[in-house]
């Protein structure tokens, strides 16, 4: 302990020592969670970055469980972010530009059909939701309002608006897949 208490009040001129004393263990932590040796190397060197920078103020109390911590997080992070870029699991009309209805009124006519259709599968499936995210989902992508003023047209605070609009997100990307856009 008093090593590593020297290493955090030297600041960056003795890190070294802590990589040579855990970053093996924070490899293999890692790379239990992405299993991908080169993603785990990305990772690592993030990770030993914000020990680094953060290593001033730790107070070395259960230090292990700190970087340990930090790992694990650093590399979930990673794995969703990962996951996010090559598999979007669905657009929502968001994703539309301003222009939309003017565009789709110059596509032809079996692309404003399939359009309509993909439209029509996102709105079934908002029935699956539950039902007090549904109504704000609807609100924010369909009818285009702002949380600001769904807040205002039912009584919410912005803040709740914000977090069932993060929920609905995050329900919809568990339970719903690519597939079931097709």
Same mark, same amino acid.
């Given at each position: 302990?008093?090593?590593?208490?020297?290493?955090? *009040?030297?600041?960056?001129?003795?890190?070294?020592?802590?990589? *040579?004393?855990?970053?093996?263990?924070?490899?293999?932590?890692?790379?239990?969670?992405?299993?991908?040796?080169?993603?785990?190397?990305?990772?690592?060197?993030?990770?030993?970055?914000?020990?680094?920078?953060?290593?001033?103020?730790?107070?070395?109390?259960?230090?292990?469980?700190?970087?340990?911590?930090? /790992?694990?997080?650093?590399?979930?992070?990673?794995?969703?972010?990962?996951?996010?870029?090559?598999?979007?699991?669905?657009?929502?009309?968001?994703?539309?530009?301003?222009?939309?209805?003017?565009?789709?009124?110059?596509?032809?006519?079996?692309?404003?059909?399939?359009?309509?259709?993909?439209?029509?599968?996102?709105?079934?499936?908002?029935?699956?939701?539950?039902?007090?995210? /549904?109504?704000?989902?609807? *609100?924010?992508?369909?009818?285009?309002?702002?949380?600001?003023?769904? %807040?205002?047209?039912?009584?919410?605070?912005?803040? %709740?608006?914000?977090?069932?609009?993060?929920?609905?997100? %995050?329900?919809?990307?568990?339970?719903?897949?690519?597939?079931?856009?097709?």
């Amino acid at each position: 302990m008093e090593w590593l208490r020297a290493v955090r *009040d030297s600041g960056a001129d003795r890190f070294g020592e802590l990589i *040579d004393e855990y970053g093996e263990y924070l490899y293999r932590t890692i790379n239990a969670v992405l299993r991908s040796p080169h993603d785990t190397e990305d990772v690592l060197q993030e990770v030993l970055l914000t020990i680094c920078r953060t290593l001033p103020e730790c107070r070395l109390d259960g230090f292990k469980t700190w970087i340990t911590r930090i /790992a694990v997080n650093r590399a979930i992070d990673w794995q969703r972010m990962k996951r996010r870029r090559e598999n979007p699991a669905w657009h929502l009309p968001e994703d539309r530009p301003e222009n939309y209805d003017q565009l789709q009124d110059q596509m032809p006519i079996v692309e404003q059909l399939i359009a309509k259709e993909r439209l029509q599968k996102v709105q079934d499936k908002l029935e699956e939701l539950p039902s007090d995210y /549904a109504a704000v989902v609807r *609100d924010y992508y369909f009818r285009r309002r702002t949380q600001e003023e769904i %807040s205002q047209e039912r009584g919410l605070k912005p803040k %709740s608006v914000e977090s069932k609009l993060y929920r609905a997100r %995050s329900w919809m990307r568990r339970h719903w897949q690519k597939e079931d856009f097709e």
